[in-house]
């Protein structure tokens, strides 16, 4: 079944670039990697999310492996507001369920 | 715009009681799925909604849950005989391309949190 590894935590100095990994070895070959955040008691919030690749946006960019089981997300330059839960999604294949997993807990640290 | 709005904030009731959860999704939207997230755990997808239709109903736990989008835009979560294990945040999320290839990005309502004491 689709499934997403991410580390727990990591920290990250204000102003330095920010690397979430992520592994999804089971990625089926036509389903996209979502990346979305989590600020405390809100939502989930979109960043960017790609197929086979590389992308890039005014947020982030998203560096995916040739083999397509991992990925990087990339926040070029971290602030404080950056701090959050950021979460790494694949899609069961043939389906709608969007695999969220326990995400990274990202701290940016002044 | 107004973006992805759920009623009510929070909602305290008592083991055995029946519960109902409010989506307002973005005008327009014709994908909304709901999501159940337990402390420290990540969103959990409940179900998937194009249009009127649950075109996918497989992350919901049990009978006792159940979800409607009768005119294809309110959706309402609907939670009978509670149990004390059913406490969580309850996110809906909305999206213009459901059915495309990537599914689109989703944007989420701020949740609901549900107390069952």
């Known amino acids: 079944d689709a499934k997403t590894t991410q580390p727990t935590s990591m920290d990250c100095a204000e102003g330095r670039a920010a690397n979430l990994p992520c592994n999804h070895s089971t990625i089926s070959g036509n389903e996209y990697v979502y990346w979305y955040r989590q600020i405390h008691s809100q939502g989930p919030q979109y960043i960017i999310h790609g197929l086979k690749n590389n992308e890039t946006n005014e947020m982030a960019s998203l560096i995916i492996t040739e083999d397509r089981k991992s990925s990087t997300l990339i926040l070029p330059h971290a602030t404080l507001r950056d701090t959050a839960v950021y979460y790494c999604?694949?899609?069961?294949?043939?389906?709608?369920?969007?695999?969220f997993g326990t995400g990274t807990r990202l701290k940016v640290l002044a | 715009g107004a973006g992805v709005s759920q009623t009510p904030s929070n909602k305290v009731t008592e083991k055995g009681k029946y519960v109902e959860l409010r989506c307002d999704p973005i005008?327009?939207?014709?994908?909304l799925y709901w999501y159940r997230q337990s402390l420290g755990q990540g969103p959990e997808f409940l179900i998937y909604?194009?249009?009127?239709?649950?075109?996918?109903d497989s992350g919901l736990p049990n009978d006792r849950f159940f979800a409607v989008r009768p005119e294809g835009s309110v959706s309402t979560l609907k939670i009978q005989r509670t149990e004390r294990g059913d406490s969580a945040v309850y996110l809906c999320?909305?999206?213009?391309?459901?059915?495309?290839?990537?599914?689109?990005?989703?944007?989420f309502g701020p949740g609901t949190r549900l107390t069952v004491l």
């Open positions: 005008s327009g939207h014709t994908a």
């Open positions: 909604f194009q249009g009127t239709g649950a075109a996918d």
């Open positions: 999604i694949v899609r069961v294949s043939g389906t709608y369920k969007y695999i």
């Open positions: 999320a909305s999206s213009l391309k459901g059915t495309s290839p990537g599914g689109g990005e989703q944007f």
